[in-house]
């Protein structure tokens, strides 16, 4: 019976548009998705998008949508973005269908019937931005895993019987397997050891999510709602023959695949969701570190982002996807530079694979009019023959070793390992100089060296297919091999490159890149950050984040121009979005006299601002202070910094500013109209 091999990506808030932090998790999926599916699984690898909750819901009212048409956009930029980058996946479920809505509440009502959820009242910090419970904290108190200053909520809830789980939990994680790397199992071990309680699971102050079942005041918390994607999408609670069929079939999850800091609701809350409805826990949950740039987490209320589109239009979707898992040490945080993945482009795509391919391919169009030669008769072999072979034999089960325990970096590595001996072999053996010669041991001696090299390529290229599965079918096909998914991984063996077969077109696959892709990816990111700053009347009382201090107006201004009466519309107005920000962190920019760099809480994230008030305030007076922040303002760099929005101050004689305040105590987030 052919097995079965079901993962899955975490699905992706649509409050945030895609980046290549995102981009790294699918990639990841979709490379063990494609393997699997090599190796003759009946592989089914499942994606998508997180669209309810509290803070999507204010993400739509922020940007002036629905949050239904939010959403809709967000959602569609995600898929659209993978189809672009090659991604595999057999589904792309969003928590707003209704199959996905109808199973949730399906979930629900087991779990209910199962004794594990009942009535209560709540009353405690909530983190928005996390959609997460912070138990012990105090109002005022930041989130401990975002920073964020936590809500108070108090309300009537449905609560999950947590605590009957611990127990059953600590079992689970028992197995080594159920939680990969070690690391985190371990602090979900000491977690769990500490003590569980129960778990609010509705929420009633906001109607962004699925109703409670027989009782639509409650909305079912998101983290549920999300987490059960996993199910439903292959299936659960439907009524449906075919798709209970697919449940049974692909239920438990082989692979699930997420980002450290979702590791508790993965490894905690979901097997003890999945218990009380009396079904299977997954195999194994693997959770992989943060891409980082600029030296912290790229997200993108750090403003940090790389888009995944920059890379696209420069380098192509499969050099993104190597230098990721090439770059990075799976598990581990990893730093991202357009410096690191151009060079790492060149040396080991262009100068590596690329060369390895042309260079052959070349050879044997040159040699043998373009048909793989017979590796001849005995005496033309020699010892380095066989090293190339036994590489490649070794090459093939330490890739898969590595591969199937998440090691990607080091497969390739491995992989890559074998390129560079091919590479040396063909220094050593200078086809170019045998085929120079017309004698018969000089002809077989090629036949053999370009044989051997030819081979090694093709297993280099069947290993990496996964990893950049355009080159490689590309390759493949010059390799005279036809397509590259009709391979079967699990038989790769040496000596398999039929002897005779005609070579497809030769065509280079990763032309070199020059110096100024790094310039031009940068470009096209600062660009994009970038918008049309218009200069504003100086009566204006905003202090920009410039230097000089110069008031700048948003983007918006151009239609708020004012009238010939001087005076502009309510819903001139209405179109700047002033905001209750809350001070987190206050710097000194170094060499730049008047500016602070900010970061501010807005309710519904962390902005970076750069203020021009550091003549005014010291950094340290302005850390917990309440502000005003033009939070639509385009984005605009300053000293290499993005300065995300604008504090709003009055503008004293002299220039000097003195920042808006409030006398009464106001939300984080509040909007001012
Ligand atoms: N919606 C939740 C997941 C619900 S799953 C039932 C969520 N979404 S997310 O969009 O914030 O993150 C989705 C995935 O992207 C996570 O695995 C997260 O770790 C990953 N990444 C987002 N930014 C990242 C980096 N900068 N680096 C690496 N991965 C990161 O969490």
């Known amino acids: 019976m ?15 548009r895609p980046h290549i932090g995102h981009a790294y998790t699918t990639i990841a999926c979709d490379t063990i998705a494609r393997r699997q599916r090599l190796l003759g699984a009946d592989t089914f690898f499942l994606t998508g998008t997180d669209e ?16 239904q048409q939010y959403a809709d956009e967000i959602s569609a930029e995600f898929r659209q973005l993978w189809k672009r980058m090659g991604i595999s996946n057999d589904d792309f479920i969003r928590t707003t269908e209704d199959r996905h809505k109808k199973r949730v509440q399906e979930l629900f009502r087991k779990i209910r019937d199962n004794g594990y959820i009942y009535k209560g009242t709540y009353t405690g910090q909530y983190c928005v931005s996390d959609e997460l419970y912070v138990d012990g904290a105090h109002p005022g108190d930041p989130c401990p895993t975002c920073g964020r200053i936590t809500e108070t909520v108090h309300e009537e809830n449905y609560f999950f019987k947590l605590s009957a789980f611990q127990d059953k939990l600590l079992a689970l994680y028992a197995n080594p397997e159920f939680i990969r790397p070690e690391a985190r199992r371990n602090e979900v071990i000491s977690f769990v050891r500490s003590g569980l309680r129960d778990q609010s699971i509705s929420r009633s102050t906001f109607i962004w999510g699925i109703p409670v079942p027989d009782d639509p005041k409650h909305v079912i918390y998101v983290w549920l709602d999300a987490l059960a994607n996993y199910i439903t999408a292959i299936g659960y609670g439907s009524s449906h023959a075919g798709a209970q069929e697919a449940f049974k079939k692909f239920w438990p999850a082989d692979v699930q695949m997420i980002g450290k800091e979702i590791v508790r609701f993965h490894c905690v809350y979901w097997p003890a969701f999945l218990m009380a409805a009396g079904l299977p826990v997954p195999k194994t949950i693997v959770a992989h570190g943060w891409l980082l740039f600029e030296e912290s987490k790229m997200s993108k209320s750090r403003g940090n982002i790389v888009r995944t589109e920059t890379i696209l239009d420069v380098l192509g979707a499969d050099a993104l996807r190597y230098f990721l898992l090439r770059e990075v040490v799976f598990g581990q945080d990893g730093s991202f530079s357009f410096d690191a993945l151009v060079q790492r482009y060149n040396s080991d795509l262009a100068n590596g694979l690329g060369n390895l391919a042309s260079r052959t391919l070349t050879m044997i169009n040159r040699y043998f009019k373009g048909e793989v030669p017979y590796p001849s008769h005995a005496a033309s072999k020699t010892a380095a023959d066989d090293a190339i072979a036994n590489a490649a034999r070794n090459t093939i089960r330490e890739f898969g070793t590595l591969f199937d325990q998440f090691q990607f970096s080091r497969a390739l590595e491995v992989a890559w390992a074998l390129i560079a001996s091919v590479d040396k072999y063909i220094v050593e053996n200078e086809p170019w100089a045998l085929g120079e010669k017309k004698d018969e041991d000089s002809r077989s001696r090629l036949a053999t060296v370009l044989y051997t090299a030819a081979e090694a390529l093709r297993i280099a290229t069947a290993l990496a297919y996964p990893v950049m599965p355009d080159a490689t079918a590309k390759i493949w096909v010059q390799l005279g091999l036809g397509d590259i998914k009709k391979l079967a991984l699990d038989e ?10 005609k070579l497809g077109e030769v065509q280079p696959v990763f032309p070199r890149a020059d110096k100024s892709a790094v310039e031009r990816m940068q470009k096209m990111e600062e660009d994009q950050r970038a918008a049309p700053v218009v200069e504003a009347p ?20 151009p239609a708020a121009a004012p009238a010939a009466n001087d005076k502009i519309s309510i819903d001139d107005f209405a179109k700047i979005e002033l905001r209750v920000g809350l001070v987190k962190v206050a710097e000194r920019v170094p060499k730049a006299d008047k500016l602070l760099r900010l970061e501010i809480d807005i309710g519904t994230e962390v902005r970076q601002v750069l203020a021009g008030i550091a003549e005014a305030y010291a950094p340290e007076t302005l850390v917990g202070r309440k502000v005003v922040i033009v939070a639509n303002l385009a984005p605009r760099k300053l000293r290499g910094m993005e300065s995300n929005g604008m504090i709003v101050a009055a503008s004293l004689e002299g220039g000097k500013p003195v920042l808006a305040g409030f006398l009464e105590d106001v939300p984080v987030g509040a909007r001012l109209k």
């Open 2 to 16: 052919t097995r079965k091999f079901y993962i899955t990506t975490p699905i992706y808030y649509v409050n945030a």
């Open 52 to 67: 309810h909750g509290q803070k999507i819901e204010r993400a739509a009212q922020a940007a002036g949508k629905t949050p």
């Open 538 to 557: 100086a009566a204006t009382a905003v202090t920009t984040g410039q230097p000089n201090a110069t008031p700048t107006s948003t983007a918006a201004a």
């Open 492 to 501: 790769l063996t040496w000596g398999q490159l039929p002897l005779g077969t």
